[in-house]
Nanobody
Framework: QVQLVESVGGLVQAGGSPRLFCAAL????????MGWLRQAPGKEREFVAT????????LYGDSVQGRFTISRNSANNTVYLQMNSLKPEDTAVYYC???????????????WGQGTQVTVSS
């Protein structure tokens, strides 16, 4: 059974720099891009970042570009999201997901984690 298991997000003050990680269990995703998407209350799911299987390409959403950094350890099927300079508008449920494509479109992600809440207080 395939599982993507995210670390716990939690409550963070604005300006904080937490780090999320996600471990893929049950199979290897060495040929998949691994990424993060998020969903705030009342909003559609939004692309955050993705890291290609080859390591040659990363993409970031406009709202996090320059503040968030995605990294990946393909050997242990783990992807990380370093979040810096957090803002209240970054409050959302953050999902780890994998795709055969390096894409910003949520519909092309094949497997999803259960999500982890990150709340940024002002």
């Amino acid at each position: 059974q395939v599982q993507l298991v995210e670390s716990v997000g939690g409550l963070v003050q604005a300006g904080g720099s937490p780090r999320l990680f996600c471990a893929a269990l049950g199979r290897t995703f060495i040929n998949y891009a691994m990424g993060w998407l998020r969903q705030a209350p009342g909003k559609e799911r939004e692309f955050v970042a993705t890291f290609s299987c080859s390591g040659s390409a990363t993409l970031y959403g406009d709202s996090v570009q320059g503040r968030f950094t995605i990294s990946r350890n393909s050997a242990n099927n783990t992807v990380y999201l370093q979040m810096n300079s957090l803002k209240p508008e970054d409050t959302a449920v953050y999902y780890c997901a994998v795709s055969t494509l390096v894409t910003v479109l949520p519909r092309f992600y094949n497997y999803w984690g259960q999500g982890t809440q990150v709340t940024v207080s002002s």
